[in-house]
C-alpha cells in the first residue's frame, strides 16, 4: 500500500490548486446540506468547501492514513474526516454534493463505480470530478519505460499504474445514466522554478508508489537516472521550467428520474 507524504504533495499546493477552483466553478449554484470530497488528501480543499457552503455538513474521505492525519488538523463543527476507502463507502445519507480531485485515476475500472456514485446522490445532486490526462506526457512515459529496465522490473510487479480516460467518454458514461453533464479538457502551463523541479511535482503523486516500492539501494539509482531523463525532456529557460499538465473534469447532475436507487446506504461512522 502506499504511503503518501503530505508534505511532499504540499510544495506545489497552489498549481494542484487550480484545477479544484475551477471544477467548483461549474457547479450550479445551490444550498446543499452534505457536500462529501472522496479522495480529501491533506484537507486543505476540503476546508474551502465549508466556506463555499457555509450550511453545509462537509466530509472528507482518504485512504492514506498520513494524509488523514494531516486533515483532521482542519476538521471542526461542520468539517469531519474519515479513513476510507472510496470503493467501499456508503453515506449514512443520500448526500447532495460529490466532489473528487485527483482521485479517481488511482481506482482501477473506476468508470465502472459513475452509477454507484450517481446513486448515492439526492435527486438532483451533483457529482464533480477532475482527473490528470497526462499519462502520455514525457514524465509519465518514461517513468514507465526507466520501470520496465530488468534492473527494476522485478521490483515493481505490485505497482498499480494510475489511468485515466478522455472528458467524451466520461459524458457518454454519464449521459448513458440520464445525468445532464458539463465536460472539458484543459491544460495548465506550470511555470516551475528549483533543481529538479518535475521530479519533486511527479514524486508527490505519479511516481511515489515505483519510489516506495523500490529498496533504497534501486532507489536511489532510479532517481538518479529519472531526474537526467525529466530534465532533458523538459528544460529549464530563463524563467523557470515548463510542465504542461492535461486535466479532464467533468460535473454530472443527476436528475430525479435519472436512475433507481438499487442499493441502500448503509451507516458510516464518521470520526475526526
Not at 117 to 142: C, K, M, R, W, Y
Request: hydrophobic share 40%; glycine share 6%.
Amino acid at each position: 500500500m502506499t504511503v503518501w507524504d503530505p508534505v511532499t504533495y504540499l510544495e506545489f499546493a497552489d498549481e494542484r490548486s487550480r484545477p479544484f477552483v475551477d471544477l467548483l466553478s461549474r457547479l450550479p449554484a445551490m444550498e446543499p446540506r452534505v457536500v462529501v470530497d472522496l479522495g480529501c488528501g491533506p484537507g486543505q480543499l476540503t476546508a474551502s468547501l465549508a466556506v463555499r457552503w457555509p450550511n453545509a455538513q462537509i466530509v472528507g474521505l482518504d485512504s492514506s492514513p498520513e494524509m488523514i492525519k494531516q486533515a483532521a488538523r482542519l476538521a471542526g463543527p461542520r468539517l469531519r474526516f474519515q479513513l476510507q476507502d472510496l470503493r467501499d463507502w456508503r453515506p449514512e445519507t443520500r448526500v447532495d454534493v460529490i466532489v473528487s480531485n485527483a482521485t479517481l485515476q488511482w481506482i482501477p475500472g473506476h468508470r465502472e463505480l459513475l452509477l454507484s456514485l450517481i446513486s448515492l446522490l439526492t435527486p438532483d445532486g451533483s457529482l464533480a470530478f477532475q482527473v490528470p490526462g497526462n499519462f502520455d506526457e514525457p514524465s509519465h512515459q518514461l517513468l514507465r519505460q526507466l520501470s520496465a529496465d530488468p534492473r527494476y522490473a522485478s521490483l515493481l510487479t505490485g505497482v498499480t499504474w494510475p489511468a485515466a480516460t478522455d472528458a467524451a467518454s466520461y459524458l457518454d458514461d454519464l449521459a448513458g445514466l440520464g445525468c445532464s453533464v458539463d465536460a472539458w479538457e484543459t491544460t495548465y502551463l506550470h511555470v516551475l522554478s528549483g533543481p529538479n523541479p518535475v521530479f519533486r511535482w511527479i514524486s508527490g503523486t505519479g511516481a511515489r508508489p515505483v519510489l516506495q516500492a523500490l529498496p533504497e539501494d534501486h532507489r536511489r539509482q532510479f532517481v538518479s537516472e529519472y531526474q537526467e531523463l525529466l530534465n532533458k525532456a523538459y528544460p529549464t529557460r530563463a524563467y523557470g521550467t515548463v510542465l504542461p499538465f492535461r486535466r479532464i473534469f467533468v460535473v454530472a447532475h443527476r436528475h430525479a428520474s435519472a436512475i433507481r436507487d438499487d442499493q441502500d446506504c448503509a451507516p458510516l461512522s464518521w470520526t475526526r
